[in-house]
Nanobody, 125 residues
Framework: QVHLVESGGGLVQTGGSLRLSCAAS????????MAWFRQGPGKERELIAA????????YYENSVKGRSTISRDNTKNMVYLQMNSLKPDDTAVYYC??????????????????WGQGTQVTVSS
């Protein structure tokens, strides 16, 4: 089992920045691919960024590419999402997720088995 707790969400103005954090506990965090998802009002949950177990490989969905950075610190069992130039369309609940055991990196949403409770990000215009 993997337990994930997100933090760092909040209300920010258009153009602002936020850094989301995810604290992980449980099975070997350093061997697991991690990702951030989000679900906006009336929308389906979507994967927006993923990172490999070592941090050497990352993926960004087009809508956040160039504005966001996913990173991890395996010594602290933490994953981060730095988001810049925020827009009202970024308003959503953001979820941290861990891939199933043995999956070092994946951009397939169906391969993420563990989820945090989510943190709300609201971008005002």
């Amino acid at each position: 089992q993997v337990h994930l707790v997100e933090s760092g969400g909040g209300l920010v103005q258009t153009g602002g920045s936020l850094r989301l954090s995810c604290a992980a506990s449980g099975r070997a965090f350093s061997n697991t691919g991690m990702a951030w998802f989000r679900q906006g009002p009336g929308k389906e949950r979507e994967l927006i960024a993923a990172i490999s177990f070592s941090g050497s490989t990352t993926y960004y969905e087009n809508s956040v590419k160039g504005r966001s950075t996913i990173s991890r610190d395996n010594t602290k069992n933490m994953v981060y999402l730095q988001m810049n130039s925020l827009k009202p369309d970024d308003t959503a609940v953001y979820y941290c997720a861990a891939a199933r055991a043995g999956t070092y990196y994946t951009t397939a949403g169906s391969e993420y088995d563990y989820w945090g409770q989510g943190t709300q990000v609201t971008v005002s215009s």
